[in-house]
């Protein structure tokens, strides 16, 4: 390529450059966490590898500008006076240029919170920039500026190249258009071709579609105003009322939906399980549904890390590739924030799977896109796991819910703490800012409802495809959460996982519904997610899973019987600042507890790719340490290891929900007899690591 003709792929190679110096300036010199320990545990390697495939399309871009540039030249090159000739390297600069602004402005208008730390958090000319542009813009009219744009230019540049070649260079041109122009309808139409003849349409064997949202909590997933399509979905289903997850955490919430075991028993307690942790074994439901003859489909944004690197059996993954990708992702898109936003295909997150990890850049459209292309392609019925994250931390609403004006205008006005993922948690952790203010509290409630509402927008359009593809007569849609969240309730915190007192992120959604087959009613009986495997191998007339501890849920949806309840111990995860949680959650100064992030807590698994693990030597104290609830009936019993032993409280949860008012005077017989019931049904599940009560 000549000098002159490379002009807009060096402008291209320098906005990377720009954002990439950005962003190992930051990771070399900074003292922040994620940079202290990108450079400890080695992961700069994989940050430069991450970093260099990004550079991709701004080639692209910048190629597509000097053809377009140079095929203009051509069409006036009669005219050698002419501006098109004497000025060409400047017009492919200025295409490049113009590209380059056209994505940043698509990323502040469709996925704001992805350039909420370069623009809004800064204030004054930044801040009012992105404002105007919310304001002014939206998606559909700058897509179609886009391609008109492109179309024009694309269609002016062709005319040159006609112009200027020869015969046999036109044949071949001819040639290459016309392939793209049958090859993009064929990639783009194919999938839907097949949907009228799918094989899946045997009513003995129904698809299943499970929809997983993270942190998402009853009370919204019922909340027509928040979720309409959710709680319409709820509205023709079994909705079991009082559903909880065993752990508030991802991973081992996870674990326990595809094993229906406990925590303590499949040995998955935190964020960051070691090797022998994350083999789940043959006995999951993916396992299962594969050996009858199920296509076994696992499709998230940044949260769904869990549903690959548990090896669970899912043949089919569209998921972030590990807990390393995300942290790696999430420093190089603060360089190139605009990139996720402008590459929302399936195909592209297949060829840059780092889109799949973006936080900020999370948009819900683009698992329900990977998700339907999926099915589709799917030759048999499928059993496809859909996971949503954008209610997750730190709260990310996209367009046209991002721009629900509720009157703030502070730093937090499209995400919680822009910029920062294991920040972001930290922030969550300790939210201490968030709860001395009013303003700041009502704007993370905003924009958890705003998070929530973009995600129900794209399960609307879910099952809108399910339902145009002739599915939804036969298939079992379930959808739940992980875990819930707290929005600050009672006095308590953001986040989730963290306490088992003013604490509601236990509780989940959980509704199936099968048309024709399951009439909708509500079940009271306390449920876990341990019954949702067991219960939809029993809708399936499949075998159970060996060894499970979840309970078959399948007769109380059809309405025959009622299935008792039974003790449940449920228990925190872990703590990001462990010393300073354990301090707000148990002021006694006795509380049991283990290293911080920065002190040793973490360390670094190798292999393709490396993982991310608790430190051996510290698992052993983080278990130790965990909180616990014994619910049984109405009752609530909490469990405070210290070092002088167990503290207990009791709660009725069904009068107090977040647990707020300890009933230990008033009933000791019962706090005594759910003291045994804890130890007998923790001796159950082979827990090793609860200590003895205190003194009395």
Known sequence: MRKRHAAPVLVALAAWGAGTAAVLRHVLLEDDFVSAEIRRHGVLA?????????????????????????????????RPSS???????????????????????????????????????RGGIARGVQAGLERALSPASLSGVAVLAATILAG??????????????????????????????????????????????????????????????PDRALDPRVAPNLAALAARSVRFRDARTPCALTYPAIASLLTGKHPVRHGVRDLYPDASARDLGEDTLPHALDRAGYRTIAVGGYCATPLRELDSGY???????????????????????????????????????????????????????????????????FFATVF?????????????????????????????LSGGLVEQIHEGESAARTRES????????????????SVDRSIGRLLAKLDRDGLTDNTVVVLLADHGENLLDDGGALSHGEAIERDRSNAVPWTIAWPGRLPPRDIATPVLLTDVAPTILSLLALPALPDSDGVDRASAARGIGTDPDR??????????????????????????????????????????????????????????????????????????????????????????????????????????????????????????????????
């Open 46 to 78: 994989p940050l430069v590898s991450t970093l260099i495939e990004l550079a991709i399309p701004y080639v692209v871009l910048g190629l597509f500008a000097t053809w377009s540039a140079r095929g203009l030249a051509k069409l006036a090159q009669d």
């Open 83 to 121: 501006p098109l000739v004497r000025h060409e390297p400047w017009i492919g600069a200025g295409i490049a240029v113009a590209g380059l602004a056209g994505a940043f402005t698509a990323a502040a208008v469709e996925r704001p919170a992805a350039l909420a730390g370069l623009l809004w958090r």
């Open 156 to 217: 002016f540049a062709f005319a040159g190249w006609w112009k200027s070649s020869s015969r046999g260079g036109r044949r071949a041109a001819l040639v290459t258009v016309s392939s793209v122009a049958l090859l993009v309808p064929i990639l783009v139409f194919a999938p839907r071709l097949r949907r009228g003849s799918h094989p899946a349409a045997d009513p003995g064997r129904p698809n299943v579609l499970l929809i997983v949202v993270d942190s998402l909590r």
């Open 315 to 381: 043949a089919v993954q569209a998921t972030p590739r590990s807990e390393v990708d995300l942290i790696v992702s999430s420093v190089a898109f603060r360089g190139h924030p605009w990139l996720p936003a402008v590459l929302p295909f399936p195909w592209a997150r297949t060829l840059f799977p780092q889109l799949r990890a973006a936080v900020e850049g999370s948009h819900p459209g683009d698992v329900t896109q990977e998700a339907v292309a999926a099915w589709r392609r799917a030759r048999g019925p």
């Open 388 to 416: 949503y994250d954008n209610p997750h931390l730190p709260y990310v609403p996209v367009w046209p819910d991002s721009r629900r004006d509720n009157g703030y205008r502070g730093p937090n006005r499209y995400t919680l």
């Open 438 to 453: 009013e303003l700041e509290r009502g704007n993370a409630r905003g924009l958890y409802d705003d998070a929530v509402r």
């Open 567 to 696: 003790p449940t111990i449920l228990e925190t995860g872990m703590w990001f600042v462990a010393r300073a949680s354990v301090a707000r959650l148990d002021p006694s100064g006795r509380g049991l507890t283990y290293p911080d992030f920065d002190q040793g807590l973490l360390g670094m698994e190798p292999g393709s790719p490396p993982h991310v693990v608790v430190a051996p030597e510290q698992r052993a104290a983080l278990v130790r340490a965990k909180h616990r609830r014994l619910e049984w009936g109405p009752y609530a019993l909490t469990y405070r290891p210290r070092t002088t032993g167990a503290a207990f409280s009791l709660y009725r949860r069904d009068l107090d929900p977040g647990l707020t008012r300890d009933l230990s005077a008033e009933e000791p017989e019962k706090r005594r007899e759910l003291i045994a019931m804890f130890y007998d049904e923790a001796r159950r599940l082979g827990e090793t690591e609860v200590i003895p009560p205190e003194a009395e």
